[in-house]
């Protein structure tokens, strides 16, 4: 399983970005799917989650109610559109594959993970 994000930039405060991160193999759509992200000296954060179906999403409470993460499973693709961003948000963000579906916000319990898009947020 290979995983390619996408999306990262440089983006004023309270702006938006849509992250995407594409997934090779025919088994895509039954990966429970993370996003996680990692600022310069902190430890990685859980960021989102979503279960093949896309029915069931989780997120970290830092970004509750202003990111939202998909799936299009025809696709092969997780995006995560991330509004109201603040300086905090500034970090590398990760998208990361779980293949046994099971939910999970603990980023050793991933199997794949994806090269990191930097994202920066200018105050």
């Known amino acids: 399983v290979q995983l390619q994000a996408s999306g990262g930039g440089l983006v004023q405060a309270g702006g938006s970005l849509t992250l995407s991160c594409a997934a090779s193999?025919?088994?895509?759509?039954?990966?429970?799917m993370g996003w996680f992200r990692q600022a310069p000296g902190k430890e990685r954060e859980f960021v989102a989650g979503i279960r093949w179906s896309g029915r069931s999403t989780y997120y970290g409470d830092s970004v509750k109610g202003r990111f939202t993460i998909s799936r299009d499973n025809g696709k092969n693709t997780v995006y995560l559109q991330m509004n109201s961003l603040n300086p905090e948000d500034t970090a590398v963000y990760y998208c990361?594959?779980?293949?046994?579906?099971?939910?999970?916000?603990?980023?050793?319990?991933?199997?794949?993970w994806g090269q990191g898009t930097q994202v920066t947020v200018s105050s």
């Open positions: 193999g025919r088994t895509f759509s039954s990966y429970y």
């Open positions: 990361a594959a779980e293949v046994s579906a099971r939910m999970t916000a603990v980023a050793y319990e991933y199997d794949y």
